[in-house]
């Protein structure tokens, strides 16, 4: 009760404290292409995650941002063929570790614009492909040496990405871009471009 208490006689404090740094939770969509040999394949996907930012200087608003997210992408194509109805689904479940660079354009007390550059590391935690023909299906785990004939999926990416967030308030809207360094199947990377909605805690305890 007594903690409540001081709470509630405590002066507001805004939300994102431009100089301690901040937490957030996020919900993103990303629109990734799996590039190779000329070709594109869409794989549009979510992702659910946690972001911690620290400040970096007492001078100039730089941050240092990471977090971790659940992500999922699926890829889905069909087709007629030989008067056969073929459907195939193809789909990733990872861990996604994002590490930025953010620098803090405070517009004015609710309003910031804040440009990024980071790394993501990537782990990816299962994958599936599925073709079914006219009511029969088959199923492959990617990563699987055996059902992959000796060339599965590889299990880790690391990749770049840049963009910028807009902060008003609690909230943030966040677009960026993105490559893999490494590939994830022979001759082939992901390309993302995300779109993200953040919302910052603004508990803040008195003791």
Not at 76 to 101: A, H, Q, R, W
Not at 124 to 130: E, H, I, S, V
Request: with cysteine; proline share 3%.
């Amino acid at each position: 009760m007594d903690i409540l208490k001081r709470v509630e006689n405590q002066p507001s404090v805004p939300a994102v404290d431009s100089n301690n740094g901040w937490s957030k939770v996020f919900v993103s969509y990303n629109a990734s292409s799996l590039k190779g040999d000329g070709a594109s394949i869409s794989f549009p996907g979510f992702s659910l995650g946690y972001m911690k930012g620290f400040s970096v200087s007492n001078n100039i608003p730089l941050f240092v941002e990471a977090g971790a997210a659940l992500q999922f992408r699926t890829h889905k194509d069909e087709e007629e063929y030989g008067g056969y109805n073929i459907t195939e689904k193809m789909n990733f479940f990872s861990l996604n570790i994002p590490v930025n660079c953010v620098y803090k354009w405070n517009v004015n007390d609710d309003f910031s614009i804040d440009p990024f550059v980071g790394i993501d590391l990537r782990l990816n935690l299962t994958g599936k492909y599925k073709i079914s023909e006219d009511g029969e299906s088959e199923s492959l785990n990617l990563f699987s040496k055996d059902e992959m004939g000796g060339e599965p999926c590889k299990r880790f990416q690391a990749g770049w990405h840049i963009g910028v967030g807009f902060n008003y308030k609690v909230f943030n809207l966040g677009v960026s871009y993105g490559q893999d360094f490494n590939e994830i199947m022979e001759g082939e990377k992901f390309a993302t471009t995300v779109i993200s909605l953040s919302n910052y805690s603004k508990l803040i305890l008195y003791i």
